[in-house]
């Protein structure tokens, strides 16, 4: 094995054992669902969702943030990094209160549509887009830098604030909804301190006094990729939003449930396509470089795995949850997560392999596909929306199969793009 080679797949290697670490502690979180109502938990991770579509203008920011540490190498390259980065972080700042200012005007309609009755949810919705913004910069950093190791440990660092905070507000305190919500805002306040700290020399004031702002040129690279990545992430979480529109309370709980083991598949294999990025910006012009096909094969191998493994459970559950009597009087719940399980997990891998594709398009700079990928987001939203406002509402799984065929549609489109 060549040395390059070697590299990737330790620096692969490590980074999906800490993002399978980070998640592992993440999806733990939704074991506290026990504690909350269906109602609650519904809730929950709706407003998970929310966030994610709240980080899309971050995303950009990351990829690039990412594209221009590992680019940079002159001192005139670094001194204007440096002063680009804490300019944008000041416009993301103010852009954030902005925000903030607007959803607490349509604060009635946006309980409405959620079937929140207490406002507090949002307002901690609210104030978690601050680090949700931040965080994907601070990595980007790091990725840029090829500090896989800090990077690992600030995915850890999310999960595990997280998991420790909302097991106690939810467990001890009876917060419900409230309680996990915080939790969430002391994971990610905990990873940003983390990744901020051990990027810090890369935004140094000392190196940003004498550098430069060009917005121009980083517009010219963020709104591209802002839109490739966020395209993806659409696809992602749209479902759920919808899905909370759509169905009851009680039966958006039983559908986020299944739907976190999809999207966890989604994240757990990001890390190959995270440790791709820098090393196809390095290797731009060279036609031999083979890091996207390793990419591919490993995201295929995880992906598989998951898928499989799901399956399997969403089958064997049901009738053993009958012999565990800590779970005989969830059988009904149980049974109606796992009828859903294997649609979700097998939807969701034609994305896990299309974002793959699509970091790979981003980071050759190829950016004349990107409306392509949006348009199917729009399209992909566009039916979520008509499904919502159907007179008939839709099932879970028209929902599902909804996503998975879009998916599938994404996935043609990246590959056509990236190929």
């Known amino acids: 094995m060549s040395e390059s080679r070697e590299t990737f797949f330790r620096q692969g290697s490590w980074m999906l054992t800490a993002t399978f670490l980070g998640g592992v502690l993440m999806f733990a979180v939704h074991l506290f669902g026990g504690w909350m109502n269906r109602g609650e938990y519904g809730l929950f991770v709706t407003l998970l969702q929310v966030l994610n579509l709240m980080m899309i203008p971050a995303l950009g920011l990351q990829t690039v943030f990412a594209q221009r540490t590992a680019a940079a190498s002159s001192d005139d390259e670094k001194s204007n990094l440096a002063a680009s980065?804490?300019?944008?972080?000041?416009i993301c700042f103010v852009g954030w209160l902005t925000a903030g200012g607007v959803v607490l005007l349509l604060e009635s309609p946006i309980l409405k549509a959620l079937k929140a009755g207490d406002p507090l949810p949002i307002?901690?919705?609210?104030?978690?887009?601050?680090?949700?913004?931040?965080?994907?910069?601070?990595?980007?950093?790091?990725?840029?830098?090829?500090?896989?190791?800090?990077?690992?440990w600030a995915a850890i660092a999310n999960g595990a604030g997280r998991f420790s905070a909302v097991g106690l507000l939810v467990t001890v305190?009876?917060?419900?909804?409230?309680?996990?919500v915080t939790g969430v805002l002391i994971g990610l306040t905990f990873s940003c301190i983390l990744a901020g700290w051990h990027g810090r020399q890369v935004w140094a004031k000392s190196l940003a006094l004498s550098g430069q702002f060009h917005a121009n040129e980083w517009l010219q690279r963020i709104v591209p990729l802002t839109l490739g990545l966020g395209a993806s992430q659409v696809m992602l979480s749209a479902d759920m939003i919808a899905a909370r529109n759509i169905l009851s309370a009680a039966d958006s709980g039983t559908?986020?449930?299944?739907?976190?083991?999809?999207?966890?598949?989604?994240?757990?294999?990001?890390?190959?396509?995270?440790?791709?990025?820098?090393?196809?910006?390095?290797?731009?012009?060279?036609?031999?470089?083979t890091v996207l096909g390793q990419a591919i094969k490993g995201t295929i191998l995880l992906g598989l795995l998951c898928c499989v493994g799901c399956s399997l459970a969403a089958w064997l559950l049901p009738d053993l949850s009958e012999k565990i009597e800590s779970l005989a009087a969830k059988q009904k719940v149980i049974s109606e997560i796992g009828a859903l399980l294997p649609f979700f997990v097998w939807g969701m891998l034609p994305l896990a392999l299309a974002n793959v594709y699509?970091?790979?398009?981003?980071?050759?700079?190829?950016?004349?596909?990107?409306?392509?990928?949006?348009?199917?987001?729009?399209?992909?939203?566009?039916?979520?929306?008509?499904?919502?406002?159907?007179p008939e509402p839709p099932n879970q799984q028209t929902i599902v199969l909804t996503l998975g065929g879009f998916n599938?549609?994404?996935?043609g489109v990246a590959n056509r793009l990236a190929i």
């Not at 305190?173 to 996990?180: C, D, L, N, R, T």
């Not at 999207?263 to 440790?275: C, N, Y």
């Not at 398009?361 to 729009?378: I, M, S, T």
């Open 255 to 289: 559908y986020a449930a299944a739907g976190m083991f999809g999207r966890g598949l989604v994240i757990f294999t990001a890390p190959l396509a995270a440790v791709m990025f820098p090393k196809m910006v390095n290797a731009l012009g060279d036609s031999k470089t």
């Open 358 to 390: 699509v970091v790979a398009l981003l980071a050759k700079e190829q950016y004349r596909g990107v409306p392509l990928l949006v348009a199917v987001a729009v399209v992909y939203a566009v039916a979520l929306l008509w499904l919502a406002i159907k």
């Open 85 to 90: 980065i804490r300019k944008i972080f000041l």
């Open 123 to 152: 307002y901690l919705t609210i104030l978690i887009g601050l680090p949700q913004l931040c965080l994907p910069m601070l990595l980007g950093i790091l990725q840029g830098r090829q500090m896989f190791g800090w990077l690992g």
């Open 173 to 180: 305190f009876s917060w419900q909804a409230v309680g996990a």
């Open 408 to 411: 599938l549609i994404y996935l």
